[in-house]
Nanobody, 123 residues
Framework: EVQLVESGGGLVQAGGSLRLSCAAS????????IGWFRQAPGKEREGVSC????????YYIDSLKGRFTISSDNAKNTVSLQMNSLKPEDTAVYYC????????????????WGQGTQVTVSS
């Protein structure tokens, strides 16, 4: 069974940093694309970033302006999202999800999801 577990969320002041982690199990990690999504209250779930051994790295939200960086530690079956210079607009539940490559920013394309981790940025 595919299992994805997010961690690293919390409450942080504007301008601060958080590092989210997604721990994967139950599948061949290197064969899948792992995406990060976020959903703020009252808004649609949106794709943030995606990483794949076969398809590379994609970023989907221009307003991030390089503040977010996705990385993968294949030996540990984990994908991380480093979030710097956080803004209140980044407040959301952040999810990781898995699919067979290529990467995608559409939630419907991903069949396996973690439970999400709350990120709250105060002004």
């Amino acid at each position: 069974e595919v299992q994805l577990v997010e961690s690293g969320g919390g409450l942080v002041q504007a301008g601060g940093s958080l590092r989210l982690s997604c721990a994967a199990s139950g599948f061949t990690f290197d064969d899948y694309a792992i995406g990060w999504f976020r959903q703020a209250p009252g808004k649609e779930r949106e794709g943030v970033s995606c990483i794949s051994r076969r398809a590379g790295i994609s970023y989907y939200i221009d307003s991030l302006k390089g503040r977010f960086t996705i990385s993968s530690d294949n030996a540990k079956n984990t994908v991380s999202l480093q979030m710097n210079s956080l803004k209140p607009e980044d407040t959301a539940v952040y999810y990781c999800a898995a699919r067979f490559p290529p990467c995608s920013n559409w939630p419907v394309d991903f069949g396996s999801w973690g439970q999400g981790t709350q990120v709250t940025v105060s002004s």
